[in-house]
């Protein structure tokens, strides 16, 4: 039970979870729910001894589909939660935006099904957040699961120009790994397919017949890509939901009794394997093709099944399209009284587009403020950072002492490390193995270093620990710091430092003076020790 924690997990767990997911999305949501759960309370020790970050995550994500899937929104949120917080302790990007991604989703559903209007400026702003989040490289199946999730944000949103670009990096960083990621890159084309047959659905709603016409071409085009792959013994299915989405994709354009056949056909194949509203969405394109099929009554009665078949929580667009249909083919089939009606329902849906279309803007702005934010903190990083050693440079020490000159009252202790004999490892070794001493002893202070603490390379050979603690506890330090660097190089190298306590106005001055001299009077005393600043040691004797 354990052994897909252990050793080869980051394969193993991707599969699992693949697995999982597929019969939570296919009827089976209480079984990959149960066995996700049992898998969890089994694996609790191993997953935190090994730190298999991705392998505990996936599992919890598997939880929140399972539990989205039976409608179960606030134990999907807090699961959605649960990846969020497992991922960002860990350290793992790709899973952190899934969670993240995942998390919003269901508040937006949670809203919606409260009747109780979301904050769409947050919403875009943590979406912005969040797709910004997912990283360049990674492992395959976080990064197209997270690609995944921010693009199914988007499209519920209606916002489907940003949501195909995300669901286009699902389709193709799947295919790029089709042993382990074959089924995904079939679903991820699938999802394509119903996205451009929404947008469509919305473009013809408002008179837009040529841009709603290429839409279901993409859509078709999608469908038959997903068909075409071969992905597991579980193709079939999915090649069957590809085939009903290419048929719906035709009910404007193809040969109506062709179109009426496939779709039929379709919905006979799928077989539990429809999402939620597959099957309302098939009758609305049936009804469309039976109409211009010249058969009115039959068309009626698919519109009526495609509105009887929606699920309780279906999404806005699709009640909409199946609602508008209908009405629209009782108008066309002679019900005049009718037409004021969908005449208020175009009306409607003119403005709803336009609403969209404010959001989009709203979301675009966004994801170009997250952009220049993270460049500028960037930016702000780099000119902070020595680019050696990824400690802090002299800009950020100057920094460090200028926000501290307007509080006199507060005292600081300086620690000047010097690295003792650096010369003789260049002859010896050269400069890289100077620059690896350097790179080390970094290291080994920014470990020692509190959070609070700034460590920074003021230039050559040597470094500074600025941090806010008393001269007894900077003694402490110090010492750690000496015995940490003998510890990590050897018989190398080895650190001198000096300490030295004083106000926080004269950081950049005085005290730093005072430990610069303390750390030279460490190296003439044979280098490799501490020594605290003369002007401390007599303060404390008068004390």
Known sequence: ????????????????????????????????????????????????????????????????????????????????????????????????????????????????????????????????????????????????????????????????????????????????????LGLTAVTARLNLAELHLGWSVELRRIGRADSAAEHSRSARRHADQAAELNASEHAAGYRARAALLSACAESDTGEPAAVIKAIRAGLDRVNGLAQDGEAAMAWLFEARALFRAGESSAALEAARRACAELPKEAIGTLAAAAFH??????????????????????????????????????ARSMQVFERLRRERDSIRELAYTDALTGVGNRHAFDNWVAMRAARPRDWVCLLVVDVDDLKVVNDAGGHPAGDLILRSIATVLAAHASPDDLVARLGGDEFVICSEISGEGGAELAQGVVDAVRAAIGDTTSVSVGVAYGPASEAGSTVLSRADLAMYEAKRDGGGRVRRSLTDLRALRSG
Not at 330 to 345: F, K, N, S
């Open 325 to 362: 249909t209908r009405a629209d083919l009782l108008v066309r089939a002679g019900h005049d009284e009718r037409a004021e009606i969908l005449a208020y329902g175009d009306h409607l849906a003119q403005a709803l587009w336009s609403h969209r279309l404010r959001a989009l803007h709203l």
């Open 1 to 180: 039970m354990l052994g897909w924690l252990q050793g080869e997990s980051l394969v193993n767990h991707r599969a699992e979870a693949i697995r999982l997911l597929r019969l939570a999305q296919t009827g089976a949501a209480r079984t990959a729910l149960r066995t996700a759960e049992s898998m969890l309370a089994a694996a609790d020790e191993p997953i935190r001894s090994t730190g298999d970050v991705a392998s505990c995550a996936a599992l919890h994500y598997v939880r929140a589909v399972a539990l989205h899937c039976l409608g179960d929104r606030d134990a999907a949120l807090e699961a959605g939660r649960t990846v969020l917080r497992i991922a960002e302790s860990g350290g793992d990007a790709g899973w952190a935006s899934v969670g993240r991604a995942f998390r919003l989703l269901q508040a937006v559903l949670l809203s919606e099904s409260a009747s109780v209007g979301s904050d769409g400026d947050a919403l875009s702003q943590e979406l912005a957040w969040a797709e910004a989040d997912i990283p360049d490289d990674g492992e395959p199946f976080a990064v197209v699961t997270a690609h995944t999730v921010v693009g199914a944000c988007y499209l519920h949103l209606r916002l489907y120009e940003l949501a195909e670009p995300h669901l286009l990096a699902a389709a193709d960083r799947s295919a790029a790994h089709p042993e382990a």
